[in-house]
């Protein structure tokens, strides 16, 4: 079946300008995972929704990024008045519900702020 | 909070032959999940091998087996008869079960080894 994915794959946008990134899960998968990966360095945890519900943004670095699931399925990312410093890839990853369900993640999207 | 550590940056090996890479981690609970990831050039995630923390028999899949230490909080990973193919950066993480609203599931990485594997 289809994987996750993730829209645009790679996005330059000059600093100022807000942008927005798209995930759309597993299909049946309730929790959703956001991801973010500096150039040669592991993923940090951005935030999580369990359905339509947040329940973790304890990683958003600031009140520029933003994240919402409306419908508990596709997920958006939003940045606004990106800095060259969010450059990096952010990476969404879906799971079932249960305990120590595997998360399988999205290709990303590249985001360079110029 | 929790932590993971993986204190080398590169390593290398010859192909067909043996190598660890090493991965630390600091908690206060006794019921989480380890975790090694493959992102090979093309930047994918990849599960590579998870270990149930309760489960005291160390995890395999095929070439690839785990030394997990739970007392000293160590999760080794052997790749065996090393293949071109297993070139890429390993990430070793950490998380909690994931079954409730307090106890997210959230992955928490280590800083990545680059493997280069000779011919």
């Known amino acids: 079946g289809a994987g996750v994915s993730q829209s645009p794959r790679y996005k330059v946008t000059k600093r100022g300008q807000d942008v927005a990134l798209r995930c759309d899960p597993i299909?049946?998968?309730?929790?959703l995972y956001w991801y973010r990966q500096a150039l040669g360095q592991g993923p940090e945890f951005l935030t999580y929704?369990?359905?339509?519900?947040?329940?973790?943004k304890s990683g958003l670095p600031n009140d520029r990024f933003s994240a919402e699931r409306p419908e508990g399925s596709i997920s958006t990312l939003t940045i606004q008045r990106t800095e060259q410093r969010d450059s990096a890839m952010y990476r969404c990853?879906?799971?079932?519900?249960?305990?120590?369900?595997?998360?399988?993640f999205g290709p990303g999207t590249r985001l360079t702020v110029t | 909070a929790q932590t993971v550590t993986q204190s080398q940056p590169e390593m290398s090996v010859q192909e067909a032959e043996t190598v660890t890479l090493s991965c630390t981690y600091d908690t206060s609970e006794s019921d989480y999940y380890l975790f090694w990831y493959k992102q090979p050039p093309s930047r994918q995630m990849i599960l590579v091998i998870r270990q149930e923390a309760y489960k005291q028999q160390n995890a395999t899949e095929n070439r690839f087996s785990v030394n997990f230490q739970k007392a000293a909080k160590s999760f080794s990973l052997k790749i065996s008869d090393s293949q071109l193919g297993d070139a890429a950066m390993y990430f070793c993480a950490y998380r909690t079960p994931g079954d409730g609203s307090s106890n997210t599931g959230k992955l928490i990485f280590g800083q990545g080894t680059t493997l280069q594997v000779k011919p």
């Open positions: 929704f369990n359905y339509e519900a947040q329940q973790d």
């Open positions: 299909s049946g998968h309730v929790s």
């Open positions: 990853a879906s799971s079932l519900a249960g305990r120590g369900r595997e998360q399988y």
